[in-house]
């Protein structure tokens, strides 16, 4: 196992929800397991007047993230846990003098022997991440001559491809490419990371991987809540924004991409840039047209309760033009892919909560068993990536009995499975990786740039475009009925169940 160097984590934003819910429960989750280093400290700073007692009250023993798991460890474990956690008041804004700051992390820094080791951790609002950097810099916070410097920032990267390109000028005029750690949460999920395994390590899937046996390729992102708090943030933002130009064109990336050199990060990201680039932009209105649909759920009743519909949430625009439902069919302009279609979607309200990968493959080019309808019944390698997380392969068998009937049987693998491995969460996955300094799993200027490259005219299309149509479905159904028109020629998308082998062809809404 690779060490971790002594180090100071800082995280901007420390009194917000994120660092309660996902940071702190992933620094317990690492501290158990005995990655943390051996010198170690996070120091918390926001605009919130906290001590250090308060902020670990906050944090650790009042924490409702961590009650269950801390009710059964001894006090002493606990405060052990609780002392690496210290607090910094900023005032009342980021933007101000940090000279504060810098000497509570010189302090701590030599006290405690983190060897100059910072990371900073921007949990706030996009629009301060630059002005963040800027303070920092002030104090030569961001310059590695003792120890080196790492700065975190989560999504969104940018609006647009205009305002990301403007937010990767503006980290970079503090901060080097290399210490700029862009965290997509998707990635750090472990079935994510195994397409990489499935692909490259497996002579079974290798050499199928390509348009002379792939037929066309799905990923389904459906999640069965509404908006919920989130409606003022998701009417500015969408789930083109919110989820596609991200998380899942992160795990196209991955399906697309060509081998890498080797599993170095740089040889990795340099080969998901390449896949991103390769992504055929739609630019005419006529293609935009046929190959995107967008929708609103509406209200409706599940399991007796009546839902509201998303224009009626709270926050929403009464009239938004927000999609809480978007579905993008495309093609990939190189020898690997080239005519084989991608469809993905992603939505909310939808019959339950997934996401996963379809490869389809082709049919057999000479067909025996003609009258069994084994054209629906196509191999299929389904990657499960939540929840159930797992692999499934599709394949005919035959029925035992006369003659060839064949029925389709399903081979999986589940990593619930693997009861004596710890399967790492996300953040927990993320914030080792970015101690270590390993970047695999985070994305580069470029890489930001090239996925808005591709989202930008669709999105400028369904704000401008002329017969741009905003569809309806019901909350708790499997989006607007036109989606499967989407899928020309090919029959109608995959609605996964809960389990990892559910395959139904209906839900019960109600």
């Not at 949430?313 to 009239?319: K, W, Y």
């Not at 049919?363 to 692999?391: C, S, T």
């Not at 499975?417 to 101690?435: G, Q, S």
């Not at 930008?456 to 607007?480: C, E, F, H």
Request: hydrophobic share 35%.
């Amino acid at each position: 196992m690779k060490k971790t160097e002594n180090q100071l984590l800082v995280i901007f934003g420390a009194s917000g929800d994120l660092t309660a819910r996902k940071l702190v429960p992933a620094l317990y989750n690492l501290y158990v397991e005995g990655h943390l280093p051996d010198n170690f400290v996070v120091l918390g700073a926001s605009r919130s007047n906290l001590t250090d007692n308060q902020f670990r009250d906050r944090i650790v023993y009042n924490s409702n993230y961590l009650k269950e798991r801390l009710a059964k460890k001894s006090k002493e474990h606990v405060d052990n846990f609780a002392k690496l956690f210290f607090y910094q008041d900023l005032g009342d804004s980021y933007d101000s003098f940090y000279g504060k700051l810098a000497k509570r992390i010189a302090d701590l820094d030599q006290k405690y022997r983190t060897d100059g080791n910072q990371i900073y951790y921007l949990s706030t609002p996009p629009q301060l991440y630059e002005t963040i950097a800027a303070r920092l810099a002030e104090q030569n916070l961001n310059l590695q001559f003792e120890g080196w410097r790492r700065l975190l920032i989560e999504k969104p990267f940018g609006t647009s491809l205009e305002t990301a390109k403007d937010l990767n000028v503006g980290l970079q005029n503090y901060f080097e490419e290399p210490q700029i750690f862009r965290i997509d949460h998707y990635l750090g999920k472990e079935t994510v990371q195994n397409l990489l395994v499935t692909r490259f390590a497996n002579s079974i899937f290798e050499p199928l991987w390509n348009r002379n046996y792939v037929h066309h390729v799905e990923i389904t992102n459906a999640e069965s809540v509404g908006v919920e708090k989130r409606g003022g943030y998701y009417d500015k933002s969408g789930a083109l924004r919110d989820m596609f130009q991200n998380h899942l064109l992160q795990i196209v990336s991955l399906v697309v991409m060509e081998p890498p050199i080797g599993d170095a990060p740089e040889e990795i990201r340099n080969e998901k840039v390449k896949a991103l680039k390769s992504l055929r932009i739609m630019k005419d209105d006529k293609t935009l047209f046929d190959h995107t649909i967008r929708a609103q759920y509406m209200s409706s009743t599940i399991d007796g309760k009546k839902v509201n519909g998303y224009r009626e949430e709270d926050g929403v625009d009464p009239d938004s033009k927000t999609e809480t439902y978007a579905a993008i069919k495309f093609f990939v302009d190189n020898w690997r892919w080239r005519d084989v279609p991608f469809y993905v979607r992603t939505a909310k309200r939808m019959p339950t909560k997934v996401t996963e990968v379809v490869i389809h493959f082709k049919k057999p080019h000479h067909q025996i068993f003609q009258d069994e309808q084994m054209g629906e019944k196509a191999n299929k390698l389904v990657i499960r990536i939540q929840p159930n997380e797992g692999i499934l392969v599709k394949f005919g068998v035959k029925v035992p009995g006369q003659g060839f009937k064949v029925e389709r049987a399903n081979l999986d693998f589940y990593y619930s499975d693997l009861v004596e491995t710890h399967v790492m969460e996300a953040y927990e996955r993320l914030l080792l990786d970015a101690m270590q300094g390993d970047a695999t799993l985070y994305a580069r200027a470029d890489e930001v740039e090239a996925a808005w490259e591709f989202v930008d005219p669709i999105l400028q299309y369904w704000n401008t475009g002329k017969d741009v149509r905003m569809y309806g479905y019901s909350a708790g159904v499997w989006g607007p009925e036109n989606a499967d028109d989407l899928i020309e020629g090919v029959g109608f998308w995959r609605n996964p169940g809960d389990n990892l082998t559910d395959d139904p062809g209906f839900c019960v809404i109600c």
